[in-house]
C-alpha cells in the first residue's frame, strides 16, 4: 500500500510538471478604438444645396441681323451687362471621403440671366441740313437659360476643431433645358418736329433653338464646413467657365420676330459664379455616437 501511494504521487507531480511546462498562446487583442479610426477614414456623405449666381458672356464672335453702310459697325456692337442679373441654382452632392481628399458628383439645376444692349440711329441722308430729322433706338435683350449640369469635381479639406475649409476643381457637362428671351425696345423720334419719346410692348420668345443643346465647361472653388454633431453644414463660392460655344450655330436666325427688330444671337462662352448654402448627412454612421469632427482624428 505505501509502495503504491508513492507511485501515485510521482505521478501527480510529473502531470503538474508538465502542465506547468505548457504555456497558453496569448490571443491577439482587437483594438476597438484603433479598428474605429481605420473605419472613419472612408465616407460618404449625401447633401443638399442651393444659392444664387451670376452671369457674364465671353462673345467668341459677334453677329447682327443688320449691317450698316454709311458708319462702323461697331457704332452698333452690343454691350453685354455681365454679373448684374441674378439667377439661382440647386445641387444634389454625393461625395466619398478619403483622409482629408473627396472625390464629388454634383447633378446641379442652373438657371443663368444674362442680356445686352445697342443702339440704333437713322438720320434723313437726302437732307443733312435738316439734323433733327433722325430717329433713335434702345434695345435691352435679356436671355434666361437653364441648364442640367453633370460636374464630377476632387476636394481637399483640412480640420480645425468644428471648422474645416476646403478647396474643389473639376470638369462639367451640360444639357440645355429651356430658353427663352425678352427684348424691350424704346426710342426718340425727332421727325416730327419734337422729341416724341416711345417704348413698344416686349417681345418674349422661346429660345430653346438659338441655344447648342450641350456645353462643356471647368468649374474651381473653396468653401468652408461646419461640423456640427453628425451633420455638416458648408457655404461655397464656385466660379463655371464654358470651354465651347453656347450658341446653335445652324438656328442663329432661326426666330422670324428676333430677326425682325434686328436681333440675333452671338457665339459665346458662359460663365457664372455662384454662392450656395447647405447641409451634408454621413451614409456610414447615423447614430449619436458618431461626430462629424471625428473623421480627422
Known amino acids: 500500500m505505501k509502495n503504491f501511494c508513492c507511485l501515485l504521487l510521482c505521478l501527480l507531480l510529473a502531470t503538474a510538471g508538465l502542465a506547468q511546462s505548457r504555456k497558453t498562446p496569448k490571443l491577439p487583442k482587437f483594438n476597438k478604438n484603433k479598428e474605429k479610426n481605420v473605419?472613419?477614414?472612408k465616407q460618404w456623405w449625401l447633401a443638399f444645396k442651393a444659392g444664387p449666381n451670376?452671369?457674364?458672356a465671353k462673345v467668341i464672335r459677334s453677329y447682327s441681323a443688320i449691317s450698316p453702310t454709311n458708319y462702323e459697325p461697331t457704332v452698333i456692337a452690343k454691350k453685354y451687362r455681365n454679373y448684374k442679373d441674378l439667377g439661382a441654382?440647386?445641387?444634389l452632392e454625393a461625395t466619398f471621403y478619403f483622409t482629408g481628399?473627396?472625390?464629388s458628383l454634383q447633378p446641379t439645376y442652373r438657371h443663368n440671366r444674362f442680356g445686352y444692349t445697342n443702339n440704333y440711329s437713322w438720320?434723313?441722308?437726302e437732307n443733312p441740313e435738316n439734323a433733327n430729322n433722325r430717329l433713335e433706338l434702345k434695345y435691352v435683350q435679356q436671355q434666361k437659360v437653364e441648364y442640367f449640369d453633370l460636374p464630377i469635381l476632387a476636394k481637399y479639406e483640412k480640420m480645425y476643431n468644428k471648422i474645416s475649409p476646403y478647396i474643389q476643381a473639376g470638369i462639367y457637362t451640360s444639357f440645355l433645358i429651356n430658353a427663352n428671351k425678352s427684348v424691350d425696345v424704346s426710342g426718340v423720334d425727332y421727325a416730327s418736329g419734337g422729341?416724341?419719346?416711345f417704348k413698344n410692348e416686349r417681345i418674349i420668345v422661346g429660345a430653346s433653338d438659338?441655344?447648342?443643346k450641350k456645353h462643356w465647361g471647368l468649374l474651381g472653388g473653396a468653401g468652408i464646413y461646419l461640423n456640427q454633431g453628425n451633420v455638416r453644414?458648408?457655404?461655397d463660392i464656385m466660379y463655371k467657365q464654358s470651354m465651347s460655344n453656347i450658341a446653335s450655330t445652324k438656328n442663329r436666325f432661326g426666330s422670324d420676330r428676333l430677326s425682325g427688330v434686328g436681333d440675333t444671337m452671338d457665339d459665346m462662352k458662359l460663365s457664372s459664379v455662384s454662392i450656395t448654402a447647405g447641409c451634408l448627412f454621413p451614409l456610414r454612421f447615423l447614430g449619436r455616437n458618431f461626430r462629424s469632427t471625428d473623421i480627422n482624428k
Open 101 to 103: 481628399l473627396s472625390l
Open 39 to 41: 473605419f472613419l477614414k
Open 210 to 212: 438659338l441655344f447648342a
Open 195 to 197: 422729341e416724341n419719346q
Open 123 to 125: 438720320t434723313d441722308s
Open 54 to 56: 451670376l452671369s457674364g
Open 89 to 91: 441654382q440647386a445641387t
Open 233 to 235: 453644414f458648408n457655404l
